[in-house]
């Protein structure tokens, strides 16, 4: 009897598959190579790589990515006194042929949502448990003045906005930094009122337009106010944080301010704070800004509603925060429903460059709450092994 092919849609295949598009390391792809195969990589699921993975990303990826994959596919069979598959070895023939190394070019990497099963009531969770947004980022972590690449807070903020979408959706909601847009495409799925994202590169806004419509959301660069909301409008506005003025951004007044990783540059923070404070002053109410929606807004959605009730019930490793100065570790009002708040998702890398962010809170009479051990998302990207959830850190910052 024939031997029958791997299930793409089964979980450990479904892994492999979502790793491979996300571009995660060739160790992380062998280690699910092997498990799917039962400790080793079988014939079978050569054949699974090459006709779900490799010849699908022929044209379309990053070649010395592939190059490398491939040639440890190879090593790891042919180690295991294995027969490798004739394609694989046409393959890496032809990466040896063809391959030029481009430094600085820009790939294609699927983000696949993966939803547990205990998520299906969720309104953010599609049919098939599976949610994949395509990003055009760079490599050069540099590039866009490091905008162009993703980064690990932000995979965490929109497995924040995916798990608890009830939080989000309904409400008008402004990023800071917004990278390539993963954030917001994420907002735009949980059908937030108003999704606004800034940045203050032009290359970064650029990339970040392009994935938008990647995700088929339009994109607007003027701020009209519209009766009719358009879920599949995402605005998009050049937004340096040094020449930012109380006017501009009273404009925008949104309920949630988000960010991700945007404490890191110690010159560049007293003009986040300044900015923070202005989207955070308690001028326009929710209130407010709710009247003049559309009676055809989606309403607020509780976690009573999506039988989802207990954060303690989101997994994540849990953070020691203890040593984290002048933070309030109180997270009994998840949703603030009077004013305006920003969620601040960061891996602290330098501690005295943290506390410089409290103190110019204080300053601005900003109060920051923790957390991360209490609004705890599910983890949604099981396959990223280069992702290191426990390293962030999730902070609410709002004007009391």
Request: glycine residues 4%; proline residues 4%.
């Amino acid at each position: 009897m024939e031997e029958q092919e791997l299930d793409s849609t089964s979980p450990l295949q479904l892994q492999l598959l979502s790793a491979f598009l996300a571009m995660e390391t060739t160790d992380t792809l062998l280690c699910l190579a092997r498990e799917c195969g039962g400790g080793k990589v079988t014939e079978k699921v050569q054949s699974f790589i090459w006709g779900h993975c490799l010849t699908k990303a022929v044209g379309k990826g990053y070649e010395s990515y592939l190059k490398k994959f491939v040639k440890k596919l190879i090593t790891e069979v042919e180690s295991n006194h294995g027969n490798v598959l004739d394609e694989l070895y046409e393959q890496y023939a032809s990466y040896m042929i063809s391959f030029k190394d481009k430094e600085n070019e820009r790939v294609c990497k699927c983000i696949s949502f993966l939803f547990p099963g205990d998520c299906f009531n969720l309104s953010s969770c599609p049919k098939s448990r599976k949610l994949v947004v395509p990003l055009q980022c760079s490599l050069n972590m540099l590039e866009g003045d490091t905008g162009c690449s993703v980064w690990p807070s932000s995979l965490f903020l929109s497995e924040l906005i995916l798990s608890f979408p009830h939080i989000f959706s309904g409400k008008s909601c402004f990023e800071v930094g917004s990278g390539v847009g993963l954030v917001g495409i994420c907002l735009a799925h949980v059908k937030a009122s108003k999704v606004i994202l800034s940045d203050g590169d032009f290359s970064t806004l650029a990339n970040m337009k392009l994935n938008l419509e990647k995700n088929q959301l339009n994109t607007e660069t003027d701020l009209l106010e519209t009766n009719i909301e358009n879920h599949n409008v995402v605005k998009c506005i050049h937004l340096p944080w040094e020449s930012a003025s109380e006017k501009e951004l009273q404009d925008y007044m949104p309920e949630i301010i988000l960010g991700a990783d945007v404490i890191y540059d110690p010159s560049c923070l007293p003009h986040l704070v300044e900015v923070l404070a202005i989207l955070l002053n308690k001028r326009k109410s929710c209130t407010e800004d709710r009247e003049r929606k559309s009676p055809n807004s989606l309403p607020d959605v509780t976690c009573e509603d999506n039988k989802i009730n207990d954060a303690s019930s989101f997994r994540a490793h849990p953070i020691n925060t203890s040593e984290v100065k002048g933070i309030i570790n109180d997270a009994a009002d998840l949703v603030s429903v009077a004013n305006p708040v920003a969620y601040i998702a960061s891996v602290i890398r330098n501690a005295d460059t943290f506390d410089h962010f409290l103190a110019l809170a204080d300053q601005a009479d900003l109060t920051i709450k923790d957390l991360t051990s209490t609004l705890r998302p599910f983890d949604l990207l099981p396959y990223m092994k280069s992702y290191d959830r426990s390293s962030i850190r999730l902070f609410t910052v709002s004007s009391e």
